[in-house]
């Protein structure tokens, strides 16, 4: 059985080793020798590469949920994402070698990059929920794909941004919030203007139900 302390040196290792080659090429036994575990132990805490990095996106996610200001409850959602997104680069700094290794992997391979999308998913899921915007079933997953796509936007910004204070990166940051609030609103325009012709169909299928000869009256507005 691993302990905690050693599934972290595990997680570590593999970043390590992904800011130094590409993570098709990075083995078991060579991220188990750079945890300083064996290959049982590593066995035991994860079942392979995209599990470990699984667990060190989830650990970055309670990074940023242990972060949480109260103080920014009051604040525009915009802000409180702004908030959210900005602490989770924080916590990715100390990382950010092995983040840029791996995104250079992920632009070659395919389903490398796909596998990190699900996992981005529920990471960012996590974030809006840490803003308080998150939404149950497709809608919440259409907005954590949303967040994940601008999330992308700005990643390289970051990774090459070398200034402490982040100003390139809270730019590209706002630009991209800035454009899913407006699409945001435009979905929020359609969903109504469903929700309107949903209710209009149930009253006219309800009318042409009725025995009083509601059909004829339902005819109406259809020809209006």
């Not at 699984?54 to 242990?66: H, T």
Request: glycine share 8%; hydrophobic share 50%.
């Amino acid at each position: 059985m691993a302990t905690e302390k050693q599934k972290q040196k595990i997680v570590e290792a593999l970043m390590a080793l992904c800011a130094e080659r590409d993570f098709a090429r990075i083995g078991l036994a060579e991220i188990a020798a750079g945890a300083d575990v064996t290959l049982a132990q590593l066995r035991a805490a994860y079942d392979g590469k995209m599990a470990i990095l699984a667990n060190f996106a989830r650990r970055i996610d309670a990074a940023v949920l242990a972060g949480d200001d109260p103080g920014m409850a009051g604040e525009p959602p915009r802000e409180r994402l702004f908030d959210v997104v900005m602490r989770r680069f924080d916590a990715l700094t100390p990382h950010k070698a092995g983040v840029a290794g791996l995104m250079k992997a992920a632009r070659r391979d395919p389903l490398l990059a796909a596998a990190l999308n699900r996992i981005a998913l529920t990471s960012q899921r996590w974030m809006l929920t840490a803003a308080g915007l998150d939404r149950g079933g497709l809608p919440g997953l259409a907005r954590a794909q949303a967040l994940a796509l601008a999330y992308a936007q700005v990643l390289p910004v970051w990774l090459e941004e070398t200034d402490t204070g982040l100003p390139k990166t809270m730019a590209a940051l706002d630009t991209q919030l800035k454009r899913l609030e407006r699409a945001g609103t435009m979905l929020g325009r359609v969903e109504s203007a469903l929700c309107r012709l949903s209710g209009r169909r149930r009253s006219r299928e309800a009318s042409t139900a009725h025995p009083d000869g509601g059909a004829a009256e339902a005819a109406v507005p259809a020809a209006g």
